[in-house]
């Protein structure tokens, strides 16, 4: 037992050795070296969870800080009694928090979406009561809906149509509350009835230009059927007999050559000039 005890290199070495001692318990002073035995174990045990502490402190990774500060605490409580281990223990705890807490910290000032805000958010929120977590949590989520809120106001500014007015105003909805939100979120769906009432009237007028053009196609292609069946000419011709007779020569003249220049009846055109003359 006591060459166990003297080659012990850890906790267990030092079980060991004590089982051993205990095995032969009342031979000699066999009980004393195993008690010897037990606090040599609890003594390993202590250093080795020193050790995982301080490597908890040093760490700059949130999760090996925390795997440190868990592994050590779990070993100060497997000797809880002996010395101060329940009070390295708690300050274990007290590592893992503070570690978690400069995450968080480091993941608020680092950022700049809405996403990484509430990210951080999160962070802090799984402290719980650790000292101002909960504070810095309703702070990271401003920083969230400050992020939203500027979002939609960009997304307001430059809409044009009404469907960018109206994701406008879903984007002031999912900050509802927060700052003019709910103000902005109404504008941009009033915006957005006048930009479909605008379209719609454009339609409209479309509409109507395109059967004022129909109708005028319509009307030339009326008018081009009278003239080619030679019923605007004969009217016209009918005019100009008229002016003969009324003894407007001069203008009677200007219609018949008019109409003959036309290529409408050459000759009877010729017979009413030369009949002014007359």
């Not at 606090?39 to 908890?56: C, D, Q």
């Not at 949130?62 to 809880?80: C, G, T």
């Not at 719609?200 to 292609?221: D, N, P, S």
């Not at 007999?241 to 050459?266: H, K, M, N, P, T």
């Amino acid at each position: 037992g006591r060459k166990a005890l003297n080659a012990a290199a850890n906790a267990r070495d030092c079980e060991q050795a004590g089982k051993i001692f205990l095995s032969i318990s009342g031979f000699r002073d066999a009980d004393e070296m195993a008690e010897r035995c037990a606090v040599r174990a609890k003594e390993l045990i202590y250093s080795h969870a020193s050790s995982l502490m301080k490597r908890g402190e040093k760490a700059d990774n949130m999760l090996a800080a925390r795997d440190y500060f868990e592994s050590a605490a779990k070993e100060f409580e497997s000797i809880s009694g002996f010395g101060d281990a329940h009070e390295q223990a708690e300050a274990c705890r007290e590592g893992m928090n503070r570690s978690a807490y400069r995450h968080a910290n480091r993941l608020k000032n680092l950022a700049k979406s809405a996403g990484d805000f509430r990210k951080a958010a999160d962070a802090f929120r799984r402290l719980g009561d650790y000292d101002d977590a909960g504070a810095q949590a309703e702070e990271c989520e401003t920083g969230a809906k400050d992020v939203d809120y500027e979002a939609a106001l960009g997304c307001m500014k430059t809409a044009t149509e009404e469907w960018d007015y109206l994701a406008a105003a879903d984007a002031f909805d999912h900050v509802k509350g927060y700052r003019a939100a709910d103000e902005m979120a109404k504008r941009c769906r009033e915006k957005a009835a006048c930009a479909r009432r605008d379209v719609e009237q454009a339609e409209r007028r479309k509409k109507i230009v395109l059967a004022a053009i129909i109708a005028g196609g319509f009307l030339l292609m009326i008018l081009s059927i009278v003239w080619n069946t030679g019923i605007a000419p004969q009217l016209e011709f009918n005019a100009a007999v008229a002016l003969r007779e009324q003894g407007r020569y001069e203008e009677a003249i200007d219609e018949f050559y008019r109409l003959r220049r036309s290529g409408w009846d050459y000759d009877a055109c010729q017979e009413q000039i030369e009949g002014c003359y007359l």
